[in-house]
Nanobody, 115 residues
Framework: QVQLVESGGGLVQPGGSLRLSCAAS????????MGWYRQAPGKQRELVAG???????NYADSVKGRFTISRDNAKKTVYLQMNSLKPEDTAVYYC?????????WGQGTQVTVSS
């Protein structure tokens, strides 16, 4: 049973920072492509950032230069460092793991950016 457990969400003021973590209970974590998605109320879920097994990364245009995705294969954890947060970053953030035709989702963690 694969589990992805997110943590690190919360309430932060505009301009602030948060770091999300996603701990994965998979045997071969290092082969998975990992991603962070988000879904705001009334909007579709969108890709925020992804990192492949080789460490290659990609980002949504809206977060480039502000967010950084990274992974620690020894800890089977992927991180999302979010800086210069804006109110429009408010959403539920989901961790995603993909390996071939296997795909897994976490339960989500709420990020709210508000003064």
């Amino acid at each position: 049973q694969v589990q992805l457990v997110e943590s690190g969400g919360g309430l932060v003021q505009p301009g602030g920072s948060l770091r999300l973590s996603c701990a994965a209970s998979v045997a071969i974590f290092r082969f998975y492509t990992m991603g962070w998605y988000r879904q705001a109320p009334g909007k579709q879920r969108e890709l925020v950032a992804g990192i492949d097994s080789g460490g290659g990364t990609n980002y949504a245009d809206s977060v480039k230069g502000r967010f950084t995705i990274s992974r620690d294969n020894a800890k089977k954890t992927v991180y999302l460092q979010m800086n210069s947060l804006k109110p429009e970053d408010t959403a539920v953030y989901y961790c995603n793991a993909i390996l071939s035709d296997l795909q897994h989702w976490g339960q989500g963690t709420q990020v709210t950016v508000s003064s």
